[in-house]
Each structure stands twice: as C-alpha cells, then as structure tokens.
DNA sequence: GTAACTGCAAAATATTTGCATCCTT
DNA sequence: AAGGATGCAAATATTTTGCAGTTAC
C-alpha cells in the first residue's frame, strides 16, 4: 500500500490549498490546471480523506463537498469538529470558525459531530426574491 | 393552490409516524399498506416538508431521510433545532432530544442549523470488525 | 518489474421532470 | 367539471465499479 505522488493528486491538493471554500468534484474538476478524468478525481479525494488530508462535508443538497484540512489531523485523528456554513442559493460552503461542543447523549457512542448552519451569504442576502 | 386528502398522503403520514426514526424513501415506500409509487412518495415528502408536517434531514451518505415534525412546526414557522444520530453502520438516523445553541457567526446570516451525530447504534456496537 | 494509479465505459443510486390519466372536492 | 394528485417512462445528477492500459518508484 505504498502511495505514490502522481500529478493529478497534486493538482487536486493545489485546487484545495488555494480555496478558502469547500469544493464539489465538479469545481475542482474545474479549476485543475492539468484536467484529469472525474472518476480519479472522485478516487483521490476518497483517499486524501482517508489519510487525514482532506474533510468531506455533505451539502444540503446530498452532494459532497472537499476542503483542506488544519495541521491538526492525520489518518488516526480526525478533528473535524468545525461548523460549515452553506448558502442555499449560490451553496457554496465554507468552515466556519466556531467552538463546537460535543453533545453528551445517552443512547448511543458519538464518534463525530457535524455541524451544518444555512442561511443567505453575503453575497446573495441583497439578492433574494 | 388548494390542498386534497388522498390514500397516498394519509399511508405516507402514518408510516412516518409510526416510526420514531427518520425513514428514507425506499424505507417509506417498504412500509407502505397501501402501495404508492415512488415518485409520488416523493413529492408527497416534498409537499409535507413545504407544508411544516415533515423534517427533512441529510444522511452521512448523502441520502434525504424524513421524519414526522413535533407540534411546534408550521409551514411558517420550522424549529428543525434539534439533532440527529446517525449509525455509521446501519445508517438508521433518529432524532435527538439535545438542546442546540446556534453559534454566533459575524460573516453571514444563519436561519437553520443541523447537527448531525454520528457513530456506532446499540445494535451496531458489538457487531463490529 | 511491480503494484499503485489513471482513464474510459458502464453501472448503481437517488431524485426530478414531462405528460397523460385519475380522482377529490 | 376543474384542477390537484397520481403513475409511468425517461431524464438528471452524483458517485461507484470493472478492467485494461499507464506510470511512479
């Protein structure tokens, strides 16, 4: 299971690095200087997550959106505690930085909490109607 | 836009409340009495959740699942503030009797807020590996 | 050279849309 | 009878899988 450094991966990880937003596939698919097919694509991101580079956010709309993730993560500890905010005209979605407390409930083991506040941008506030 | 009262809407409503966790469309359509077709299921979801009768929540998986609202929802008026846990195995989503507190973000204006748990079920917390 | 990685085609999954027909009011 | 609601077929959107060919190490 050696990992090897090919330039698609490296595009995908510039494409992050250089967006302050999470990305779908389609607009990383976008924004790659060197394209690449969108099934490697799909499959890098499926494995940046797995090695802690990466967070996947789902969307209100069920779609999957990727962001860099801190320093504060690798394969074994995955902090994604952070809140994301997502616009539900334009849903572009960004982390938000905000103190996320975990919820002690009874029932069941909490692994992880996800945390997703909507609303209008400021972009699309003026916009609505 | 007046509203009509059909065995479709009423064999939806009472699968929804006869569970206490968020079901999917298949889920509603498998615990249908009265058979409907899937497509009618869902805009019938979608007509409840317009009206305030349903919450609509996303999976980890990206998968719409719904569940029948409490008293203090209208179609003006959706207190969707609570959590949701969903196993990382079974995927079976219920909701959560927390308290959410909306944070405080400065960048944009937050109207909805969904907490989504997620982690290993009763069930599911022996069964692994 | 070998195994990880890529790309193409196709499949799987979830949801939406168009349209003719049905049935509630 | 009017028009809201249903059902069928087909489309759309997103993501996954199989497999042959490519490339990093």
């Known amino acids: 299971m050696e990992k090897r450094n090919t330039k698609q991966k490296q595009g995908v990880m510039e494409v992050l690095q ?46 999957s959106y990727y962001a860099s993730c801190g320093e504060h993560c690798d394969e074994h500890d995955h902090q994604d505690m952070h809140a994301h905010f997502q616009c539900k005209k334009c849903k572009t979605l960004e982390c938000v930085d905000v103190e996320i407390v975990r919820p002690r409930i009874s029932q069941h083991h909490v692994d992880e909490v996800q945390v997703l506040l909507s609303g209008y941008c400021q972009n699309c506030k003026g916009e609505i109607g």
């Open 18 to 63: 250089s967006n302050d937003v999470a990305l779908s596939a389609d607009e990383i698919l976008e924004q790659l200087s060197t394209k690449a097919n969108r099934v490697t694509v799909y499959r890098i991101l499926e494995r940046f997550e797995k090695e802690g580079l990466v967070h996947k956010v789902i969307g209100l709309e069920g779609k």
